[in-house]
């Protein structure tokens, strides 16, 4: 499992907003947790100004809740003892990576699958700026995002496969 969060800027109507002062973005920042073919197993929503040691927390609760027990790999911004003994309680490891150096990206193992993921939501015009008045709408699409996504992909796997 791998696990990121994503900054998007979010209009003064939605449901929480904050500042992320690396990034300048007043907004909403999505967390989220993808197997290694990048469909999602949990997501969250959280201010930008929650750290992303804090905000991933509820993804790994429902993550647990669901029975996963094993590695989750992230980002340097995962590691800490708050984090690693929250994982610890849930039975899951937190297995933070260096993903680049001097501020390019290289792909590490598994961890560019919720890179991929974050691509295609970036393709729903309606995911890249936050409107909604509540946390579960939010949700609700970008899982939307995620089921019309992958179903044209599997459409795609279907229609090439050779006759039997």
């Known amino acids: 499992m791998v696990i990121d969060s994503r900054t998007c800027p979010s209009a003064p109507s939605c449901f929480v907003r904050g500042v992320d002062g690396g990034k300048k973005i007043r907004g909403v920042k999505v967390h989220i947790a993808v197997e290694k073919y990048g469909i999602p197993l949990a997501i969250d929503?959280?201010?930008?100004?929650?750290?992303?040691?804090?905000?991933?927390?509820?993804?790994?609760?429902?993550?647990?809740?669901?029975?996963?027990?094993?590695?989750?790999?992230?980002?340097?911004?995962?590691?800490?003892?708050?984090?690693?003994?929250?994982?610890?309680?849930?039975?899951?490891?937190?297995?933070?990576?260096?993903?680049?150096?001097?501020?390019?990206?290289i792909p590490t193992g598994m961890a560019w699958v919720v890179e991929r993921s974050f691509g295609w939501l970036s393709r729903y015009r309606r995911l890249n700026a936050i409107v909604e008045r509540m946390k579960e709408h939010l949700v609700a699409f970008i899982e939307i995002a995620f089921i019309s996504t992958l179903s044209r992909r599997l459409k795609r796997l279907v229609t090439q496969a050779p006759p039997a």
């Open 45 to 105: 929503a959280a201010p930008t100004n929650v750290h992303d040691t804090k905000g991933i927390v509820p993804v790994l609760r429902k993550i647990a809740g669901r029975g996963f027990q094993g590695t989750a790999i992230g980002d340097l911004g995962y590691r800490g003892q708050r984090l690693a003994k929250a994982g610890e309680a849930l039975g899951i490891t937190i297995q933070p990576i260096a993903r680049g150096h001097d501020c390019v990206f």
